[in-house]
C-alpha cells in the first residue's frame, strides 16, 4: 500500500511537496486527497513541489495534468515547482506537454505567479499591498 503524500495549506493555497518517486496507486490517491481539500478549505491555488522527484513516467505525467485540471474545475489554480530537467525533458519525449499546468523554476516563484493570477483577474484576495 502507498503513503498519501500529505497536502498542506498555507493561506488560500494548497502544497503538495512530493518527496519520493510516486507510484501509480500514490498518483491516484494524491488526485483524490487534493480535490477533497480543494473543496473543503475553498483553497484558490495549488502548489505542487516535485523538486525530489527524480523520475516520471506518462502516467504521473498526465495525472499532473489531470490535478491541474480538476483544481482548475473546483476554481483553484495549479502551478508545478521544482521541475528538474531531466524530468522536462523526460515529459517531452513522452509527448506529454501538460497543457494547462503552469510551472515555475521555484517554490516562491510558484507562489508569486499565483499572487500575479489573482490581482490580474481582480480577485479580492490578492495582497492589496503588493505593486
Not at 95 to 107: C, D, E, M, N, P
Request: hydrophobic fraction near 50%.
Amino acid at each position: 500500500m502507498s503513503d498519501r503524500v500529505p497536502v498542506l495549506k498555507i493561506g488560500d493555497v494548497l502544497l503538495v511537496s512530493i518527496q519520493t518517486d510516486l507510484d501509480d496507486e500514490a498518483v491516484v490517491n494524491l488526485q483524490d486527497d487534493l480535490a477533497a481539500r480543494v473543496v473543503e478549505t475553498e483553497a484558490r491555488g495549488v502548489v505542487i513541489d516535485i523538486t525530489a522527484v527524480e523520475i516520471v513516467d506518462s502516467f504521473v505525467g498526465r495525472m499532473l495534468a489531470t490535478i491541474a485540471s480538476i483544481s482548475r474545475l473546483l476554481d483553484a489554480e495549479t502551478v508545478v515547482v521544482g521541475m528538474r530537467p531531466a524530468v522536462a525533458i523526460t515529459l517531452v519525449e513522452l509527448g506529454l506537454s501538460l497543457g494547462g499546468v503552469r510551472t515555475a523554476l521555484t517554490l516562491e516563484k510558484g507562489l508569486q505567479a499565483l499572487e500575479r493570477s489573482r490581482a490580474r483577474s481582480g480577485d479580492g484576495s490578492a495582497d492589496p499591498t503588493a505593486p
